[in-house]
């Protein structure tokens, strides 16, 4: 069986803590928490299951390491502390574990990585021998095997295109919502999400990847938004209300360019309500939102994927289906040579010795 | 460039001259009639393409074969010619050539296939070194391949759901629909299609390969199935007037039983009309129809595939999505052993330089 840590038990890590226990090759040996009130709670608790798992939380990480675990589910967040993150994992790697984790999007496509990135942990893969995958969802298998797989039941390929079509209104992250991506905002406003470059920073490396896999070459990679205002004031189920006249709608798309065309798109099309916006693309059967590859060309091919788990959370579901690639790579990772892996390496399989699994 | 020829030119043969003609490993060097009006015409035309491509139609055979064509899409039908088909292919498979057909689905799961299929082929391969490998997209890929490329992402797996949910109100094939499918016939009419052991004939190849890649044993396969009357008449666009009170909508199921559960479960809903039967699943967005993959487990994850040719032909679409991943094979197949194959062996591949490829 092969030693698996899960590192952090928030949104991400109580799903990896899961999808560990759940896998019949991987035995979850340590959880690793930084919040000291998790600190003894045992990780069934913490994965919300049904029971006891008889390992219990700690944050000596040092003990966790020094036991030379062969593997580590990092499940803390990138997003906000970027550099913490990357000490972790390059620590974790350097332990000589197989490191699996959703956070630091720049290591998606690490080929083309900045050095600040990706030299540490190529050094801590020669020092220690562990290896490093890093993927997601959206920016994840929604947007680099997926698409890439669908292509292959296409005659003529004109355009591959990723969507996320969302509806936030059940959300409740009000921060992210109302300031990253600025719903409710006035409309000169300018959100971060959209600002140039930004776009490209978190999914181009998935553009650049699925022009690899397709032996195209990119000219350049180019962006283009778009913004709607409520007509009229909506209320939100948690996250209060959101004027009329303010932004109620964004749409924007990365774009792939091939010899002058854009031919591999990721877009994203979010709102704050169903009635904005009611010319872009939206969710199937009025729902509230799904993961889309439409392969245009002859013939079309739409596949719409939904996700979900905890009740009908989506956003939990997404989660889950990352947490499922990134795990599910982990005895594959643990044959190969140590190294800085990327999603064209590594394959999507099926779910051996999971159907209808008991879980002791 | 792989030598490839087009044997039929129906429905499926014309998408498979697109497809051979799209593909920059594959060369179109000849394509077999059996309608003596279709020889000498050209297969651009025969392919609806918008162009001649300089290779005309013929129906000798022999001279074809004796070519020593290095691949075959063996396009003609095997619904209704199943003996001719059979000696068609083992005749292309002994020439040396790689065969690749949606006919015969008893050689989808060849491991399975009665002696009487499954013989000529393999002493065909032995005299000729030639190879074969049948799919289609249900059963074929839409049943093999993206369900357990899907399972991969899932944490717990209870039931893997291959469903089709089709209104065939749209279709002009009378034939099939009112006698193999039975719409339109009184309710004590028993279709053919719904005939015990019909259904596992034709989809338990299927059921079988995914327990095979799952490594999971099956304790035998069930069929289900039920049927609806309309309430009232309704008329459809050219196979005219289904009265009420006769079949409507017919639903079954092909199950995999595993250790005394239906975990590996083929659902197909037809209906004649939209308004039969709504409590059962419907097509997405009020559509004509789509294949469902649904992983019932944590997360439940549902992915919904829909194709068109043609225009907006879904039936057309269908086929082209099985004739992609049937041409897409050939190149894999050339470099392979001779032999006999199914969908587990073949990996679904990326569209590698078809993305926006302009056609000469």
Chains 1, 2 share one sequence.
């Not at 990706?118 to 698409?147: I, K, M, Q």
């Not at 776009?199 to 070459?217: D, N, S």
């Not at 289906?321 to 999603?343: K, S």
Request: hydrophobic content about 40%; overall charge negative; aromatic content about 4%.
């Amino acid at each position: 069986m092969i030693s698996t840590v899960v590192w952090g038990t928030g949104n991400v890590g109580r799903l990896a803590i899961r999808a560990v226990e759940a896998h019949p090759a991987l035995q979850l040996c340590a959880v690793i928490v930084h919040n000291p009130a998790k600190v003894g709670r045992d990780a069934g608790e913490l994965g919300e299951l049904d029971r006891l798992l008889g390992v219990e939380a700690t944050d000596d990480i040092e003990a966790v390491l020094a036991a030379r675990p062969r593997a580590v589910v990092y499940a803390a967040s990138g997003d906000v502390r970027p550099d913490e993150a990357l000490a972790d994992i390059t620590r974790a790697v350097r332990s000589g574990a197989v490191v699996v984790s959703p956070a630091l999007y720049p290591l998606y496509d690490h080929r083309n990585a900045p050095p600040e990135f990706r030299d540490p942990v190529l050094a801590a893969v020669t020092e220690g021998g562990g290896s490093l995958f890093a993927s997601g969802v959206d920016p994840g298998w929604g947007n680099d095997v997926l698409p890439l797989l669908l292509s292959g039941l296409g005659t003529t390929i004109d355009v591959i295109r990723c969507q996320e079509i969302f509806d936030y209104s059940t959300y409740d992250q009000p921060d992210s919502v109302r300031y990253l991506v600025g719903m409710g905002q006035p409309m000169d406003y300018e959100p971060m999400m959209l600002m140039p470059s930004i776009p490209t920073m978190v999914w181009g490396g998935q553009i650049r990847m699925m022009a690899r896999a397709l032996g195209v070459e990119l000219d350049e990679i180019r962006e283009t938004s778009d913004r709607r205002a409520l007509d009229t004031t909506v209320t939100t189920r948690t996250m209060g209300e959101f004027g009329a006249g303010t932004q109620g709608a964004i749409r924007f798309e990365v774009q792939g360019i091939v010899e002058g065309e854009p031919r591999i798109v990721i877009e994203h099309v979010t709102r704050i309500h169903p009635s904005c916006a009611p010319d872009w693309p939206v969710p199937p059967d009025g729902g509230d939102g799904a993961h889309r590859v439409v392969i245009e060309g002859r013939p079309r091919i739409e596949v719409t994927i939904e996700a979900t788990d905890e009740g009908e959370n989506r956003s939990a579901g997404g989660n889950a289906t990352a947490v499922g690639r990134l795990v599910g790579a982990i005895d594959w990772l643990v044959e190969a040579e140590p190294g800085l892996y990327d999603a064209l390496d590594i394959p999507l399989r099926p779910a051996i010795g999971r159907l209808g699994r008991k879980q002791s």
